[in-house]
């Protein structure tokens, strides 16, 4: 009984997250009038209003007799995928998201490449990246834009308090320190990260500064085919110190929540996407007025890069390869999100920043990028190759937390930092060690992103 109550809550909760982001009612229809329905699965809020009328226009217009669904979860989409294809109820197309690694090995995805003309193989050829998207020769999804992590930060608080922004991770802290200590009065606090899910919270900030300063990526040493976060206690030690001090109730605090509070003028500081942020202030939280946001790199100790940070190719659709309707969602994927002039459009109304070289030479640059250089991609953002618990999820199993949730744990004063992060390398290199031995795969090394 208490498994059927579950899965009925799942399903109630995967219902109740359609159209959260408001996607508009013509785009939704499952009325039968005889055309081929392809439902389209995305969590992209900032963006929807954009995509849903090109979607209006392609439905209004197309003569394959073809009507699209775009329909917007809310925060439980990686949830709502998983169960849609255990019971064979998922989208014709669905955004990319970590799940792919979950089930591209048991054929659930549309290749590509045998669909793509010339000319849309010439304009995205340069996102095709081994071991990423292109796998044995097939091409799953096309990244077509580039999101990097960033520092967002209020300009008006900064300047008010005569701070520098910071380019170290001492003079991050600092900043924050001093905001909250300032302006706490006023209801105003240094800095925040959306930690009610770690994962995403710490993936989107902490793991990326790292990635940077330290050339770890997600604990692991490219060149010595280990995993050592000992590069993380600095800046757990520096998170500890500011969320301590920061915003309250980040235990949990999401994203959406955190950003009306930015653009409230509440928050110094916060770290997050490059694709997703300009038009969250653009077009759902509205900054409040006589206050501005700005955009700097990540702060790193010292100042000195040692690595690079990984970038997020987004948004990327992967189409299900056991859609009824697999050359009609692929019809409907290219001319909705292959065509250049939508692409264009995308890039020049500030939405995301294109990936292809094609579009940025052809587009005018947004003032929104013009006047935030740091929003542009930079030669320390890559696609970084897969860790081993990445590339085998099933198999690599830990006992206790993950390094998120481990973190996150470290970063409210629950867990000792240095012990905790012994106690994280053993447990991951104790797997590590365990399937190697066990021949599921050889040492990963890549020396191109071995630590400097």
Known sequence: MKKLIAIALIVLLAASSVFAGGASESTSSSADNGKIKVRIWTVDRHDANFWTEKVDEYNATNTDNIEVSYEIYADNFQQAVDLAFQTGEAPDIMKYAQYFDKYVLDGRFVDLLPYLSDEEKALTESVWYNGYNLIDGKLYFIPLENSCMRLFYNKTIFERLGLKVPETLEEMKEAALTITNELSGEGIYGFACNLKGANSGIMRSLEPQVELGEGVYKGYDFGKGVYDFTAY?????????????????CESLDIDPLRSQFAAGKIGMYMSYTASEPGVYENQFPFVEGQEWGCTYMPVVDGEIKGAEYYTGTPAFLINAASKNVDASVKAYKAIFLDKENLKEHFEQGYGISNFQEILDTATMNEVYASNPALLKTEHDVIYPKTPDELYPQDFILEGLDMYNTFS??????????????????????????????????????????RK
Request: aromatic letters at 12%; zero cysteines.
């Open 233 to 249: 206690i600095p800046y757990l030690e520096a998170w500890k110190e500011m969320i301590a001090n920061g915003f309250p109730g």
């Open 409 to 450: 744990a470290m970063i409210f004063g629950q867990m000792d930092i240095e012990k905790g992060i012994a106690d994280l390398n053993k447990r991951y290199n104790d797997m590590n060690e365990k399937l190697i031995e066990q021949g599921l795969y050889e040492r990963i090394i890549n020396l191109d992103y071995a």
